[in-house]
């Protein structure tokens, strides 16, 4: 179980970044889980070249994602005990890389690496992108934090578009070695048939390599509105479903996500939501949410009304990455995460939805911290 301490040192790390020494980072990408960058880069800054750990864990198990930024007073050194964090020079807590998964040394029978198109996010999430593409870029309508563009262009890490039957292959390996627990789906922005389509070949060739019938983990689909979509997510095979609202407030996420918010108004995605909690049950639907650009009142306003609809919430941290319109801004402080974040535990708790931890749990989440807020008040 976490600490309040411990949620307050990941909300700074997540809001400051982190940087390690030379000989912290030794074994990362051999022994140790490395970034890929499979979607978004989420550090403060690029780093083409080194290799840095995707995630890392802190006393309690918490799990927080690696953030580089040279200029971070966190710091993670190796020492006699292994590694150790630091700010500035006070010494912290031991902290340690996760391992890195066997299946990422391994190609699929079509020659491609494993790792190219699905990663193991946190401790035990199968995460892949089917096709990394977003039509608002060329119309530079993109939201203003997001760096889908950059981040495959900077690092050209992993496939843009990836074969049904290779994501099935790789899905069988990351649940046969017995590290993935949780699927975690999602793709750009797509023509409403084509995405169902797609997405009932993956799940049956997921199904087919893992055995499973039913998947537990999460697609975030562009937005379905009407019952006989989300039924066919729902017949697809995965357990539960998400919709990434970004903003709650209905004249920022005009401004901040000019492209989304012209296809998708908030009671598009409301619409789709009550839809989905009465296909796939209370707490198997998520409203996402980036948090910490909008106001906290507006934020907690969010939280209160997609948990009176029976959907619960992933807040993910902002960062102002590289190559997103709002690079170079300042995220709030960590205190006014943690305030925030407690807050909206409370809202979650006092509605009484069901946890959904067996689609999405603290492990998978490096860089939200409402599963964390939640396992203080025994949900775990
Ligand atoms: S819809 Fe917005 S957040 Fe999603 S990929 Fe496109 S620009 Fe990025």
Known sequence: MGSIETLKLKAELLVEGVRASTEALEGVGIVYKEQNHGLFGWDFEDHVGTRL??????????IVQFRQNSRSPFKVRKSDKGLTLFKLEEELCEVSWLPRPAFY??????GNHMVKIGQIGGEDCLFFCYQNYCSYFARKQQC?????????????SVLR???????????????????????????GCFNHRREIDLVREIMASVSERTGLDRIPGTILPSPAVGVDDVLAYYDSGIQAIGFSLEIWDEAMYKAICPGKSSAVSREDFLRGIRTAVEVFGEGNVYGVFVMGIEPRKTFLEGVREITALGANIVPFVWSPNPGSMLEGHRAPTGEWYLETVLEAAEIVYEAKIPSGTENHCYKCDGNSLLHDASRLKGVE
Do not use: W
């Open 105 to 110: 040394e391994e190609k699929t029978r079509g």
């Open 144 to 156: 203003l934090f997001c760096n889908l563009v950059s981040t495959c262009d900077t690092y050209d």
């Open 53 to 62: 750990p995707d995630d890392f864990v802190l006393p309690g198990g918490t």
């Open 161 to 187: 578009k990836k074969e049904v039957r290779e994501i099935g292959e790789v899905a069988g390996a990351a649940f046969n070695e017995g590290l993935a627990s949780h699927l975690l789906l999602t793709g």
